[in-house]
Structures are given as C-alpha cells and as structure tokens.
C-alpha cells in the first residue's frame, strides 16, 4: 500500500510559479507510475501530467502543456509538479495519484491518492 501526501500549494498572482510536492510512503513507490490532476469548485477531476515509474516517459494535458514539468526522485520517494505562468484558470485542489500500471491518464487507472493541496492564482 502507498500513501501519498501533497505539498506546496498556496496563493500565486498571475504569472508567477508554484512547485507542488508530493512524498509517498511504501517500498514499492519507484514502481509506480505517478500523475497530477486538479479539481476546480463544480468540475470534474482533471489529468495534468503523469510519469513513467523510471521517469523517461512524461505526458501532458494540453491546457499545461509547455507550462508545467513533472518529475520525481525515486530515492526521495517524491514526485514533484512544477508550475510555471500560472493562470487564475489553473486555480484548483491538485492531487497525486499512483497507478500501479501505469502511467494512466485517466482518473479510473489510478489505485491510491493523496488529500490534495490547493492552488489559488488570482488575476
């Protein structure tokens, strides 16, 4: 079993950067593919990004894509989501998942999840 916590979440302005962190417990995190969602109030959970359980296949949503970078450090039992241009549209809960067969895109896919952290970019 893997828990997963996220980190690093807050208040931004638009433009600026956030990098969001999330630490897994469990001996079997590098075998894991590992992906980023978001939720806005009164929308469905989002894929933003997710990562191969080596970290040498990354994927990305297109409303991210060229803005944001995941990656992970399997020694450090983390995986990371850096946030650059920020937007007030990117204001939502970010959550990390872990996909035992992944690397998932779609919500269905993945087997444990972390209690979000929350993004806010205010214009």
């Known amino acids: 079993q893997i828990q997963l916590v996220e980190s690093g979440g807050g208040l931004v302005q638009t433009g600026e950067s956030l990098r969001l962190s999330c630490a897994a417990s469990?001996?079997?995190?590098?075998?894991?593919?590992m992906g980023w969602f978001r939720q806005a109030p009164g929308k469905d959970r989002e894929f933003v990004a997710v990562?191969?359980?080596?970290?040498?296949?990354?994927y990305y949503g297109d409303s991210v894509k060229g803005r944001f970078t995941i990656s992970r450090d399997n020694a450090k039992n983390t995986v990371y989501l850096q946030m650059n241009s920020l937007k007030p549209e990117d204001t939502a809960v970010y959550y990390c998942?872990?996909?035992?067969?992944?690397?998932?895109?779609?919500?269905?896919?993945?087997?444990?999840w972390g209690q979000g952290t929350p993004v806010t970019v205010s214009s």
């Open positions: 998942g872990a996909d035992r067969e992944g690397p998932g895109k779609y919500r269905y896919q993945y087997d444990y």
């Open positions: 990562i191969s359980w080596s970290g040498d296949y990354t």
């Open positions: 469990g001996r079997t995190f590098s075998t894991y593919g």
